[in-house]
Every structure is written in C-alpha cells, then in structure tokens.
C-alpha cells in the first residue's frame, strides 16, 4: 500500500463571504468546512497532512487538529496560484515518498471513497490522476482535454481556452492524486504562462504527458466536488448534507415524522426505534440510545441521552447534559452540565444546571438550581428518589441528601439530611372576610366620585 499525504488548500480570499472568518471555518451542520474536509480525508490513514492558509489564517491550527492530530500549517503569504499555494507545503513532504493528494478547504461535500478511488489510481505508469466531473454548466471551471485514448493530455483554464476547447463539458475538480516526487519535480518547472499571469497546479498535467506519462481520470457527481463562495452556496451545502444525514438517521432505524423540519449535525448519534417529532434541533454532540422519544420543539446539544427517555416537547438540552435511562425531561425544562439518573424526571418549567440528580427523583414545576453567583457556578448534589416540591430554589452549593423531601416554594441554602423535610417558608396569614370589605370600600368610592 502506497501512503497518502493530504494537502488541503485554504488560502483563497473569501471575500464574497463578506466575513470576518476565514471561509474554511464557516460552518455546514455544525462542522466547519475544513472539517468536512478532513473527516474525509482521515478515512485514508494520511501519513501527513499540510493546510495551506492564507495570511493571517493561521488560527486554522486548532481547528485542523480536531481532526488530524499532527495536521501542519503553512502560509501563502501572497496568492499566487494553485501550483505556488501547493509548493509552500513542499517544506514539510519534502522526505515524503507515497501518493499526494491534493484537495480544496472549501469543498466539503468530498467522499472518502471518491478520494480512495483517486489515489489508487496513481502508480508508476499513471504517476497523476485527476479528479473530473460534468457540471450542469461548465463556466468558469478547467476544462479536461484527453487524447485518443482517453487518457487526460492537458487542463485548460476558461480564460485561456480556445472556443473549441470551451465546448468541452468535463471539468476540473481542482482535487489531484499525484506522486510525491513527480510533483516537486513539475511544479518546479510550471511558469505563469497564462491569462491570470498564477502558477497554474493544472500544468503539470502537460509536464507529465512530455515526459511520456500518462494521467488518469476519476468522474465524480458534481454535487460532491461544489464549491463554497458565498452564504448562498453554504446554505446550498447545508440543505444537501442536512438530507444526507436525515436519510442515514432514517436508515438507522428511527422514525421522523418531518424529517425536513429536524436539523442535524455532521455527529448526531441516533439510536434505534428513536422517535424524533417535528421541529428538533440537534446541535453538535450529541448522542442518542434506543427506544428514546424526543418531543416537538426541542434543542439539543452536547448531550448523552440514554435509552428510554422521554425529552420535551420544548425541552433544551445543553452542552454536558447527561440524560439517563428512562428519565423523563419535560416541557421548558433546562438542562446543562448536569447528570440526570435512571427513571429521574423534571417535567415542567426547570433550568439544572452543574447539578446531579439521583435515580428516580423528581423535580417539581418551576425549580431551579440557582448555580451561579455572578462570578463563579456552584454544584448542587441531589440524592435519590428525593422529592422537590413546586417552585424551589437551590442555592449551590448545595447538597440534597436521599429521600430528602423539599417543601414546595422553599430556598435551599444549607444540606438537607436523608429522609428530611426541608421547609423554608413565611408562615401563612389569612384575614376572613378581607376581600369582601376590600371590594366593598372601593365599589363605594367609584360610586361617589361618579
Ligand atoms: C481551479 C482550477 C480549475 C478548476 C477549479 C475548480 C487551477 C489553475 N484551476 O480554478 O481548473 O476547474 O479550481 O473549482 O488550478 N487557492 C489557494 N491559493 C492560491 C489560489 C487558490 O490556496 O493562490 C485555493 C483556493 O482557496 C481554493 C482553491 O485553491 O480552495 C481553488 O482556487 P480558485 O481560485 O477557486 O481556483 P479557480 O481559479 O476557480
Ligand atoms: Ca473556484
């Protein structure tokens, strides 16, 4: 087996993304592009992997080490072209002997299997193989011209393309699969031969056929090899991975009942016999189990949910929610940071936060663990099978012991033992017959001033 090392070109403007971001940050269901990217390309076991950024970019590091541990960067100070922007990664491949393949930040829609299929076509007779496809309109891509025998002979931009050659309808991806050695070895002879006065990657092809070599060709479907320019086109991407996602989670086996209305991220982990209901929202990780039932209107993310639960309707799961077996998690109910065991239920109007909940409690109407004190969050420990009445409030710290019951309405400030009773509330006062003579003194005013 040959090994692979990725090259990822990044370095492109953005500018019609009108934004502050560099465009391979931007994000489609939940993952950047770049990301997309990557998670792709890591399905090859790449040996290496170089990103090339623009100036400036540089803050690409992180992101690209969330998917390739070892990913390195280098800058294209200047934008001079594909050819120049994937000779400033010759640094770092320079000891590399195995198969380059070459791919764009902002194509995030790419197969592992496409790029599988790529790669292996190179080998010591084929040393280069392009990445082709038929557009629905072939304007503005390089155009693929092949020879008799349908190898591939040369990549002509638009602007440089004669009339004839413009007629041609097979085009460029601008992904590559190439021989680390033969490509140093052509780029260093590419010269800015061209309209756009770049350093042209695409003209290695012709280097390659002068040294009587051929190069192969891949088609893909376009929808794989699109690019992303401008929102329109990222909103494009989304819908088209929204759908693929939907689809998979469908053929994992759970039910959607409008699927078109419930939002996925590239790592929604879904489970068996799910039931999703309209208008879900799963932001990233997250991860469901089987036989849960999520209801209308919920979002969610960051969270683990166990089998058998039962989440909202109006329900938001927040980064660190663990939701246990059979829990039941109602309607605006809060959860964040906070772990929730087995048959434990918090049905209505609640924010938890940094808090566990033990087995089997439940938490009434209206409570809320008051975490945070304006600079700092607290934890609140509750026990098992504790019963929270309506409408308190816990103080965090603090600690709920098991069994312990909480008086409807209470302020919780200090441990409650076992079994105990927590009760903090002003005694009641009631006065007989002092709304009817409220009532009365005021009819009488109105009637005099009238
Ligand atoms: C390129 C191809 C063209 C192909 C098209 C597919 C060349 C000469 N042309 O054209 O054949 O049909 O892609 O979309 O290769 N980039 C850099 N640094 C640079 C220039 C580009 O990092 O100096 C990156 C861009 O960020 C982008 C990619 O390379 O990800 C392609 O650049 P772009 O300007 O879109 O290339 P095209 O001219 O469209
Ligand atoms: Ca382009």
């Known amino acids: 087996m040959t090994e692979i090392a990725i090259i990822v070109l990044a370095a492109g403007l953005g500018t019609r993304m009108r934004s502050e971001l560099p465009k391979v940050l931007h994000k489609a269901a939940g993952r950047s592009l770049l990301g997309h990217v990557l998670t792709a390309a890591t399905e090859l076991n790449p040996a290496h992997c170089v990103v090339v950024c623009g100036p400036g970019k540089e803050d690409l590091t992180g992101e690209a080490r969330r998917y390739v541990p070892g990913a390195e960067m280098v800058t294209q100070a200047e934008r001079r072209g594909t050819g120049h922007a994937v000779s400033i990664a010759e640094g770092k491949l ?58 591939i002979t040369a990549i002509r931009e638009e602007l440089d393309a004669s009339l004839e050659e413009r007629r041609i309808t097979l085009c460029n991806s601008g992904i590559l699969a190439v021989d680390a050695g033969l490509l140093w070895r052509l780029l260093a002879a590419v010269k800015p031969n061209n309209a756009k006065g770049e350093i042209y990657l695409t003209d290695i092809v012709e280097l390659c056929v002068a040294e009587g070599k051929r190069v192969g060709l891949s088609v893909c479907p376009e929808q794989e090899v699109q690019g992303v320019n401008t929102r329109a086109q990222l909103a494009r991407i989304e819908s088209i991975l929204q759908e693929r996602y939907r689809a998979a989670v469908l053929d994992g086996g759970a039910t959607m009942i409008a699927p078109s209305t419930v939002f996925l991220c590239a790592d929604t982990k879904i489970g068996r016999d ?126 709920i012991g098991d069994g312990a019951t909480i008086g409807a309405g209470s302020v919780v400030t200090s441990e409650i033992e076992p079994d105990a009773l927590a009760l903090a509330r002003p005694p009641l006062e009631t006065r007989a017959g002092w709304s009817a003579r409220f009532r009365a003194a005021k009819l009488s005013r109105k009637k005099a001033k009238s």
């Open 94 to 151: 320079k000891a590399f002997k195995g198969t380059i393949l070459v791919l764009y930040g902002d194509v995030p829609l790419i197969e592992a299997a496409t790029l599988r299929a790529l790669s292996e076509q190179v080998g010591s007779a084929q040393p280069l193989a392009i990445l082709g496809f038929e557009p629905a309109s072939p304007i503005g891509y390089g155009r693929l011209l092949r020879g008799a025998d349908g190898s």
């Open 274 to 399: 799910v039931v999703i209901e309209p208008n879900v929202v799963f932001g990233p990780g997250v991860t469901v189990g089987n036989n849960v039932h999520i209801l209308a209107f919920s979002h969610i993310e960051g969270a683990v949910i166990e089998a058998g639960a039962r989440i909202g309707p109006f329900a938001r799961l927040r980064p660190g929610a663990e939701i246990g077996e059979d829990v039941h998690i109602g309607n605006f109910v809060e959860v964040k940071k906070a772990k929730v065991d087995k048959g434990a239920k918090a049905n209505h109007l609640s924010y938890i936060g940094d808090a566990h909940v033990g087995a089997r409690t439940n938490i009434g109407a209206g409570t809320i663990t008051a975490n945070y004190d304006g600079f700092d969050k607290h934890h609140t420990e509750i026990g098992a099978g504790v019963s929270i009445g309506s409408n308190a409030v816990l103080v965090a710290p603090v600690t």
